[in-house]
């Protein structure tokens, strides 16, 4: 592209024209769904006094959630007898609620606190306890989640000296985290010594069930699966299935163990398995096949489902009709916009301006996570609002405007430099060799990109665009320390926005997050709750915006049948807040954001082979959506010269990036873990197909039937697939 001059298009034109109607569920927001209960205690459902106190004192947690009263007396076990509700004996448990409820305590809670339980029981002496080896195992789907869940867990074991007894309690029970991307000598020398619950991520935890010998799971009791429905998916098939199998053989419950045996009676007889997630039915059940013992259903949503709300019209078949459908926080603000593609980037930027202009002033600074579909196009906005708008104006190709700049320099060079060159004065040096200026030229791009390396290294960084508002980024292709520094960053700071994979979709507890915006639609329908889930957590507001082009306007017709409501904001809406005050005047504002966009492109080779990459990842994973939803996203439908607008570039590239990946600052090179794969790269099925092939399985598994990865594409003709050609009449 570099060279050619190109076309600056306009990106305002016509009226698209009437869009379907589709109907869509208007629900007004409602009160907090996913708060704590007033009218409960967690000592009332059962659990340790020590515990509970020191909870209030370090979580500032003090009364549970509709999720937690249900199923932390179930957890608790038949000896605690609470409640009417609680089997005689252990089962497996399917747990579901909405996002931000507050399930990872209600897990890890019961865990503990039959752990500490048992301390006092002569069956378990010391010696025992050191060798009695991993208790429990957590498994997420990735590496942020499972470091989130440890640190909630060392808080929780913190515990202090027992009032009663005086002694300090939980002080053996000893956390650990094996997670992809961590040294694995390190991983290997904790689990000699011993962790009694661990967390993971399914490979490395494979790895180690495989590798290390000191690895002793005999006694395993408690086994959760957190984001189930996710872990039982596409992706980590194999793993989960490996992982099933050894711990399934390897587990030899009490007769191995003669001190710690269940005389106690506190402990699980055998192995209990929960599945935890959001967006969990009963017919995880069939996912799950084998692993799962008659397990009983707990979910937080009301009696009366949200089925009322969805217009009949939606509900396809019977089977639908029956099937439970999703539920999101009734506080939650959800909303939609539609916006052709040649738009998209200034309407994006005008809703981050104005979030962050209007709340700015208010009692609490936004904090917005944005979604997209490839790692690529998550650099690039990150690059882009970090740096557009610093560049000087350009109306000139790259070529041009290099050569101008050298011209630029070497004025100022030939300024400053007057005084003591006599070549300069003397103007000789204007006439320099083609040489000279390509080796001027050279060592000044060399600079550029080491500083840009530098700033790119940062976790997180500020642009003109929305200034003062700092940006960070997350996605599977960054290097490990970068993810997990980003992520922590991120939870702590007052307010900025993080571009982000789904990597962010699921299980994070990034506090005080107020807005979603999901730019690009997820590529599985559960992904949309979990996305949203991030903001409106424990009885908190926040605000969700979907961006749709005007030809996947339908998708609505699949949010509505989930239940799922959704309310239109009109573009125009959005794009006025760009209009100078006291004037409508929002195209020519709009206009100039882009334009800066397009010359912060042109202005560097990088910045330009940045965003055509995230112009591809982008058609790429358009190609991913399952094939239920290909009559909503299927590329044919895409207009590449306005898609191309939306990353700032004046048309659209017409080569495809080769598979080797640029080399960016913190970006991991090559090798992906399965826990990596970003939701973007995989083909996802209908739950119909799902259902179809689980059926004929007995096992865990769920095969992927196409991994179309960043780099599996050879040509747009690939993409859109086979086209019958007619035969020529001879
Ligand atoms: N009873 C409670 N009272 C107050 N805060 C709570 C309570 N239970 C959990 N929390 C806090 O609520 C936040 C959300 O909890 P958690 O991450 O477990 O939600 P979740 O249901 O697992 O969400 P997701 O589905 O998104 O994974 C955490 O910061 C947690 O400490």
Known sequence: MHGKSQVQSSIFSPDIGDMP??????????????????????????????????MEAKLKVTQPTIIQQKAIPVLLGPTRKVGDNVPKTDTDVIIQAETGSGKTLTYLLPIINRLIESEASPMLDLESKRSIGTLAIIMTPTRELAKQILQVLETLLSMPASSITGKKRSHWIVPGIVIGGDKKKSEKARLRKGVNILVGTPGRLLDHLQNTKSFNVQSLRWLVLDEADRLLELGFEESMTAILKILDARVKFAASITSANDTTGIWPKKRQTVLCSATLSEDVQRLAGTSLIEPIYISAQKDASNKKDIPEAALATAEEKHTEKFSTPEQLKQNYVIVQAKLRLVTLTALLKSAFANKIKGPKLPKTVVFLSSCDSVDFHYELFAHAGKETKLELSHDEYLGQRFEKDEEEQGDNDHERSPEFASGANRIDSKANRDEIHKAKRDAERANAKKTRAQLSLKGAVLPDVPLFRLHGNLAQGMRTDTYFEFCKAPSGVLFATDVAARGLDLPDVSHIIQYDPPSDLKDYVHRVGRTARLGRDGEAILFLLPSEVKYLELLTAQGLPNQEVSVTSILMTLAPPKSNEYQQPATDIQNSFERYNLHSPESMAIARAAFWAFVKSYATHPSSEKHIFH?????????????????????????????????????????????????????????????????????????????????????????TKRKKNK
């Open 21 to 54: 109607k589709i109907k869509t569920i208007h629900r007004p927001v409602g009160k907090p769904s996913n708060a704590p209960l007033n009218t409960s205690t967690f000592t009332g459902i059962g659990l340790d006094k020590d515990l509970v106190k020191h």
């Open 635 to 723: 590329i044919k439908n895409l207009h590449l010269g306005h898609i191309a607008k939306s990353f700032a570039l004046r048309e659209a590239p017409s080569d495809i990036p080769q598979p080797k990946k640029k080399k960016v600052a913190g970006v991991r090179p090559g090798g992906k873990n399965v826990e990596d794969i970003d939701e973007s790269h995989v083909v996802r099925k209908s739950q119909k197909e799902r259902e179809k092939e689980e059926r004929s399985k007995p096992k865990i598994v769920l095969k992927r039937k196409n991994d179309v990865s960043e780099f599996a594409v050879g040509d747009f003709k690939s993409l859109i697939g086979p086209v």
